[in-house]
């Protein structure tokens, strides 16, 4: 039996496992259980696997739960949650739009759905507290738009990917077609609406009405005294700070998990919780979900299923000769495989995939790579896709079971209008 398919029975037994057993067993222990069996049958480098924890990613989650706790010990939130509320006079859709349109403006300036989601849900968990509202009704209206709505307009994030799309097809030498500024709004605009709108009208309809009582359960602040003056101002001085480095972390100098970091390192140092309160607020099941996520998505890739996907699937185009039926394929595959691997694995092998079929074919590589993006950075089924799922399930205490209920009609959805136009603007044939 080769490593290949000892690795595709160990991936499915992870998922089983997820669905059957999480109800008696932590979701990051039966994560770290397979990353031990990725390593035993030889299916991943053990410096690989102990790379996982090391991930910006992981770091960046442990560190944004750590500055959103600071944020929620002082009073900000609470003031912040009874204004909403006031004005909003009791009404949730109205309290929701104004968040997903909040998480949405993030979400053009950070590229990273995981710190857009730590830095909304803090303030929205308040929100849904002060009005009796289980949060799980809220967090993964949040949670898919940050995840789907994330490089859209023309800021500095999209610019940065246009230029590192623009750089695969300089590698390849298929400078027939190039990117523009633009191409990233044009073909991602009707996709945002559609979930702006999924987020606000239709993913409450299949909301549970989830108690919060879970591993991940986002602590809720008991009665506490108030802070000093001093570390009450530390506490809104940070959040803003960090919001600030990662809005402009390229002009500063630094990552953004370098930003959350140093937050997280002032909210510790000022006192503003105590020693419990700070491992508490880590998440630390969370974050080791993600790091058991990772490994297994990087396994997958290191065995070869992504490649002998992507050659099945270069054949399958080859033969195909409608736009519409072509473009479902280019969506379809990677947004299917970004369930299960890292979405930014599946990007960075997929890009330069797309580009060679449509070089073979002389054909525009930009909707097939705009295809790709959206499908791949649009994933909210599982927790393997990306960092921004297991935090969401956190903060909604969500089972696999649930995100598959309320994803399900977003997903039709946004298949259904990414494709239409993209194929549309950016024909292959």
């Not at 053990?46 to 090391?54: E, G, K, Q, T």
């Not at 750590?66 to 009874?82: D, E």
């Not at 330069?352 to 295809?371: D, E, H, Q, R, T």
């Not at 969500?398 to 209920?405: A, D, G, M, P, R």
Request: with cysteine; hydrophobic share 55%; aromatic share 10%.
């Amino acid at each position: 039996m080769n490593q290949m398919t000892i690795c595709l029975i160990i991936f499915i037994l992870t998922l089983l496992a997820y669905a059957f057993l999480s109800s008696r067993v932590s979701m990051a222990v039966i994560s770290l259980i397979s990353v031990a069996a990725l390593m035993v049958t030889g299916c991943m480098d053990p410096n690989d696997a102990l790379s996982c924890f090391a991930n910006s990613s992981a770091i960046l989650m442990a560190s944004m739960f750590v500055v959103s706790a600071g944020l929620n010990r002082t009073q900000m939130v609470k003031k912040i949650s009874a204004f909403i509320c006031r004005i909003s006079k009791g009404s949730f859709t109205k309290v929701l739009a104004g968040y997903v349109i909040l998480t949405c403006i993030l979400a053009q300036f950070i590229p990273s759905s995981a710190a857009c989601f730590s830095v909304v849900f803090p303030l929205a968990y308040g929100v849904c507290k002060e009005m009796k509202i289980a949060p799980s009704k809220m967090m993964f209206s949040l949670g898919i738009t940050a995840i789907g709505t994330v490089i859209t307009l023309p800021f500095s994030a999209s610019v940065s990917e246009m230029a590192r799309i623009q750089g695969f097809l300089e590698a390849y030498e298929y400078t027939t077609y190039n990117m523009s500024i633009m191409d990233i709004m044009y073909a991602k605009a009707p996709t945002m609406i559609a979930i702006l709108l999924l987020a606000i009208f239709v993913v409450p309809r299949f909301a549970p009405d989830n108690e919060m009582e879970s591993e991940f359960q986002v602590k809720e602040q008991k009665e506490q005294e108030k802070l000093s003056p001093v570390r009450e101002f530390i506490g809104y001085a940070t959040f803003v700070c960090v919001l600030l480095g990662l809005l402009f972390s390229n002009q500063i100098g630094l990552k953004a998990w370098q930003v959350a970091f140093i937050g997280a390192l002032v909210i510790a140092a000022s006192g503003i919780m105590t020693k419990k309160e700070l491992i508490e607020s880590m998440n630390i099941s969370m974050v080791l979900l993600f790091v058991g996520a990772l490994a297994i998505g990087t396994a997958l890739s290191g065995t070869g299923v992504a490649d002998m996907i992507g050659n099945h699937l270069s054949g399958i185009i080859l033969s195909v000769h409608n736009n519409y039926i072509a473009g479902f394929i280019f969506f379809l595959v990677p947004f299917v495989l970004t369930q299960f691997m890292l979405n930014l694995g599946i990007y960075s092998i997929f890009v330069p995939l797309y580009i060679m079929i449509c070089k073979s074919m002389g054909a525009n590589p930009v909707g097939p790579i705009m295809l790709c993006m959206i499908a791949s950075m649009t994933a909210f089924f599982t927790p393997l896709a990306t960092p921004t799922v297991p935090q969401v399930m956190g903060a909604g205490n969500y089972t696999i079971k649930q995100l598959v209920k309320m994803g399900w009609v977003p997903f039709i959805v946004i298949t259904l209008v990414s494709v239409f136009w993209v194929m549309t603007i950016y024909p292959v044939f």
